[in-house]
């Protein structure tokens, strides 16, 4: 199919339009029993962002509960470890109550569905950060939660199984498909079609249909409003990179979002290339895949010739997605932000490198944008002041790095 | 006129309703589907509708779930369901609406499937994830080409709304009976009638139902109001319990399993 492609300024700051469309991106691609529920929720939503009580409770809970403001940390090491040229900020989304970015997302939206008068929530998860993020905000307005997950992502990132039950919420393996991420999806949008009336579904990213993809993106706007706040003050000047991972893409689309129009800012995404994407193994949707239409929205997948959805893969389960945002699709046709790829063995790298210098870490998500930084810095500028956002910590992750490491060991 | 809107109206002039099968293309193989339909039509079948499976059919419950995959596994494409619908239509005059999901339709290009399913012989397409706010181009490619497209209305659409769905559907329209996914069920709700005589009231063309429906007594029961009943998990589930393993692992649909299903359809269209 032919994307038109138009000039950024045309766009920027105006997307999505009326039908929840990023150019020819997005849309609201779902069966008609949740056409009406997808008004409601627009209406819902388009009513809280003008009230203030809404947002005065909203950004109350973000400050006493989740810990916001997060800090903006410079790197030192991190920088001399990249060649020592440039300065480094870490957004230390990883330092949120519950661990990750994903939390600023469910509390918006647990408000939203407790003021909708929907007493169930049904969430899908990857990683797992989004599932106890929304077990984590039903807990705190005492509303019932239900979490599907595939099996693969159970045995991997059990901790976060575990967390989730703990916060109260039944988590419901999913072992069709690809038994990860795509399918928990398909089972939560099956799950809010039968249960639509007294359900809310909370959407962990910028993905699905309008207006999810919007209101995601607000939601996790706090993260790069901010930045641009905080670099002012510390570095004395706008970011000249941001550089965030994108599976489904929220957390970056919230560290991009508020600097879309500040067009010196470069912003690039870090997708995941798996295995290397000479293999059916990786997750770089924006860098090979082609337009198509899954979850409810038009945007960039992996898939075959015929329009079937490929597996995709990556060692970080949050980035094991064959789709993303609507609004990358349409930042990358016009050219806004740029998409590039790490593999596994780098990003593993690259989380090494911040735990051992730094003593931070991270996710295996995040650690993506760490290991594009080493890539990255010796084509930059002297002074250049790059931001990662670090979306979330590693502890998740910690059996999984252990695993690898000690197969490597000789004898082993 | 249209090979649907010409079944609705002799059935019409004979008092009768219209029974609509389902069956998923490629499963197991589209010899068998090929056999299947011919069954399915020569049991009564008013219209097929013939299922283009995708990967990830989210309005599908585990029957039609598990037909998809193994359709896929079997290693079906568009291009070979299409090639199916030409070689039925040299048989039957049954008409054939193609169910399934818009990325395959898309990635085969709108305009090229719209060309190459009207040369094949397609009536209708129903597509599960292509409301109307999203159908305009689809729509207009399938008008050009002379392929009704066939809208879905469900429990949960206010009757404004399911007017100006009415207003764009062609052939027919789909009463999703039930809020939820496809799959058997042994109740169907309270409110059917009510909302099936409330939607024929605005819809200029043909209502018929589906999701749900698994038993002559529900077929019965709503041929009194609506013009066409479909039924999909029910004879799934027929070829599901009759699949042997031949050589080399590839599926194949008993000779029992025909029989079965050919007696299931006509004890169906018996109640029409």
Redesign the interface.
């Known amino acids: 199919?032919t994307i038109h492609h138009k000039k950024e300024s045309e766009y920027v700051g105006n997307v999505p339009d009326r039908?929840g469309h990023f150019g020819d991106y997005g849309?609201?691609?779902?069966?008609?029993?949740?056409?009406?529920?997808l008004n409601e929720l627009e209406k819902a939503y388009k009513a809280i962002k003008k009230d203030k009580t809404f947002i005065q409770e909203f950004s109350y809970i973000l400050g006493d509960y989740v810990g916001r403001p997060t800090p903006l940390y410079e790197a030192k090491r991190l920088a001399e470890a990249v060649g020592g040229r440039i300065k480094v900020f870490l957004k230390r989304e990883d330092l949120t109550h519950t661990g990750a970015h994903k939390i600023n997302n469910t509390i918006g939206q647990a408000l939203l569905a407790r003021r909708m008068g929907k007493r169930r929530i049904i969430a899908e998860t990857g990683a797992g950060q989004h599932g106890v993020a929304t077990a984590t905000a039903c807990a705190l307005f005492g509303l019932k939660c239900e979490v599907y997950m595939g099996v693969k992502d159970t045995v991997r990132q059990a901790m976060n199984v575990y967390r989730m039950e703990l916060a109260g919420a039944k988590v419901l393996p999913v072992s069709?498909?690809t038994q990860t991420l795509?399918?928990a999806t398909?089972e939560a949008?099956?799950d809010w079609?039968?249960?639509?009336?007294d359900t809310h579904y909370i959407i962990g990213s910028v993905v699905g249909p309008h207006p999810y993809p919007m209101m995601v993106r607000d939601f996790q706007s706090v993260i790069g409003q901010e930045i641009k706040k905080q670099i002012k003050k510390q570095a004395g000047q706008m970011p000249d990179v941001i550089l965030a991972c994108v599976g489904g893409g929220s957390n970056a689309m919230g560290a991009f979002f508020p600097f879309v129009r500040e067009t010196d800012v470069r912003l690039i995404g870090v997708e995941a290339a798996g295995e290397g994407l000479d293999t059916d193994h990786h997750s770089a949707t924006l860098t090979v895949g082609?337009p198509?239409?899954?979850?409810?929205k038009l945007t960039y997948?992996l898939?075959d010739?015929?329009?079937?959805?490929k597996g995709a893969h990556s060692l970080a389960p949050g980035l094991d997605y064959p789709g993303v945002g609507p609004e990358h699709s349409f930042l990358k046709d016009v050219q806004r932000a740029e998409y590039v790829c790490v593999d596994d063995e780098e990003a593993l790298e690259g989380f090494m490198l911040l735990c051992e210098i730094e003593g931070i870490i991270p996710a295996l998500e995040s650690a993506h944008a760490v290991a594009y930084l080493r890539k990255l810095a010796p084509m930059l500028k002297d002074g250049s002041v790059v931001v990662i956002n670090l979306s979330g910590r590693g502890d998740k992750d910690v059996a999984t790095v252990s695993d690898i490491l000690r197969s490597r060991k000789p004898g082993a | 006129m249209n090979r649907i809107d010409k079944v609705f109206e002799r059935l019409a002039a004979e008092q009768k309703k219209a029974l609509i099968p389902f069956v998923t293309a490629g499963d197991p193989c589209l010899d068998s589907t090929e056999m299947i339909v011919l069954e399915m039509v020569k049991q009564g079948a008013d219209i097929i509708e013939l299922g283009m499976p995708?990967?990830?059919?989210?309005?599908d419950?585990p029957t039609i779930?598990a037909s998809a995959?193994r359709a896929?596994d079997g290693g079906v494409?568009?291009a070979q369901i299409l090639e199916l619908v030409k070689s039925l239509h040299q048989k039957i005059q049954t008409p054939i609406v193609a169910m399934g999901?818009?990325?395959?339709?898309?990635?085969?290009?709108l305009e090229q499937f719209a060309k190459d399913a009207a040369d094949a012989g397609v009536d209708g397409t129903i597509i599960?994830?292509?409301?109307?706010?999203?159908a305009d181009k689809w729509g207009a490619c399938a008008e050009k080409y002379g392929i009704c497209n066939i809208?879905?209305?469900?429990?949960?659409?206010?009757l404004e709304?399911a007017k100006k769905?009415a207003c764009k559907s062609r052939g027919f329209l789909y009463y999703?009976s039930v809020?939820?996914?496809t799959g058997a069920r042994t109740n169907l709700p309270a409110d059917i009638v009510a909302n099936i005589k409330a939607l024929k009231a605005v819809s200029p063309v043909p209502v018929a139902v589906g999701f749900g429906v698994s038993q002559p007594e529900h077929v019965e029961m709503l041929s009194k109001v609506a013009d066409g009943v479909i039924v999909g998990s029910a004879i799934v589930k027929i070829i599901e319990r009759n699949l042997e393993k031949s050589q080399g692992h590839t599926l194949s649909f008993s000779i029992q399993g025909m029989a079965e299903l050919g007696d299931f359809v006509g004890r169906l269209k018996e109640k029409t």
């Open positions: 199919m039908r849309g609201r691609f779902v069966p008609e029993t949740l056409m009406p529920a069709s498909g795509k399918d398909n949008i099956r079609v039968t249960n639509v009336k082609r198509g239409v899954l979850h409810g997948l898939q010739r015929w329009g079937q959805i | 995708f990967s990830d059919p989210l309005a419950g779930q995959l896929l494409n568009t999901y818009y990325n395959p339709i898309l990635q085969y290009g599960a994830d292509l409301p109307l706010e999203e809208f879905l209305v469900a429990p949960t659409t206010p709304r769905i999703v809020a939820g996914i």
